[in-house]
């Protein structure tokens, strides 16, 4: 989980196959009106994530026992809609400055989220609380050392 840039979709691809499981992208499973929306800068609110977040929990629940799923999943609110999914779903916040996200952003190319929404993702971001599954990672390190801490933790 983390805001756009963050490294969700590499961190996610490679602790996938170090897992030796399925790994998603939520970005996939957004319907063309949400692409369109973001596209031309605007930023989502909850009625267009919410069936989105359940689509992105059907994959979870498919893949309960194993199984990657790239998502922002910005706030605890969309991180419960997911455990409904999927009770045993741990999350790894991938967490960075602004600074940090946008000058990744500025070196991406292709991608149907412009970096002027950074700010609203940022504004919208709840980190995880202490009572949630999961841990926070700063995404200025190796993917591989992600990768590990995740795993070791």
Not at 124 to 145: A, F, H, K, R
Request: aromatic share 6%; net charge negative.
């Amino acid at each position: 989980m983390g805001v756009s840039g963050s490294g969700k979709s590499t961190v996610g691809a490679a602790l996938a196959r170090r897992l030796n499981v399925p790994f998603a992208d939520a970005d996939a499973l957004h319907p063309e009106a949400n692409i369109a929306k973001m596209a031309s800068g605007k930023p989502l609110d909850d009625t267009d994530r919410h069936p989105w977040l359940d689509a992105v929990g059907e994959w979870l629940a498919v893949h309960c026992d194993g199984g990657v799923m790239s998502c922002s999943a910005l706030k605890r609110t969309y991180r419960d809609q997911l455990r409904e999914h999927c009770p045993t779903v741990q999350f790894l916040h991938l967490s960075g400055s602004p600074e940090l996200i946008a000058a990744r952003q500025a070196g991406r190319t292709g991608h149907f989220m412009p970096a002027s929404l950074l700010k609203s993702q940022f504004e919208t971001l709840e980190p995880l609380e202490p009572d949630e599954p999961g841990i926070t990672i700063d995404v200025d390190n190796s993917v591989d050392t992600i990768v590990e801490t995740y795993l070791s933790a």
